[in-house]
């Protein structure tokens, strides 16, 4: 029903900035909450950011704030990941999620990307 493609990741060394992207195909005539969320080696996946389709409303984790913004172009159907300061610890496997429902998407998304790697160097 909903398609999500992430690109935009790559290596990067510390202190740089990448942009994340997440197109949207499918139901492009409803209105969704889109995530982003990582998965760390070794690690389970977190929560990262995320935004209503409108742009209006976004909530971070604190890991990320002040140094990540996502936000989104309609007109596009796509959802960015601004990514600057980036560290060490933020290298990671970055999923794109969307869900009509901007609280459930936090625990259960209903449709998810593939993902796209950040590794940030020191």
């Known amino acids: 029903q909903v398609q999500l493609v992430e690109s935009g990741g790559g290596l990067v060394q510390a202190g740089g900035s990448l942009r994340l992207s997440c197109a949207a195909s499918g139901r492009t005539f409803s209105n969704y909450a889109m995530a982003w969320f990582r998965q760390a080696p070794g690690k389970e996946r977190e929560f990262v950011a995320v935004v209503s389709w409108s742009g209006i409303t976004t909530n971070y984790a604190d890991s990320v704030k002040g140094r990540f913004t996502i936000s989104r172009d309609k007109a596009k159907n796509t959802v960015y990941l601004q990514m600057n300061s980036l560290k060490p610890e933020d290298t990671a496997v970055y999923y794109c999620?969307?869900?009509?429902?901007?609280?459930?998407?936090?625990?259960?998304?209903?449709?998810w990307g593939k993902g796209t790697l950040v590794t940030v160097s020191s």
């Open positions: 999620a969307a869900d009509s429902n901007i609280v459930k998407i936090i625990t259960g998304a209903d449709y």
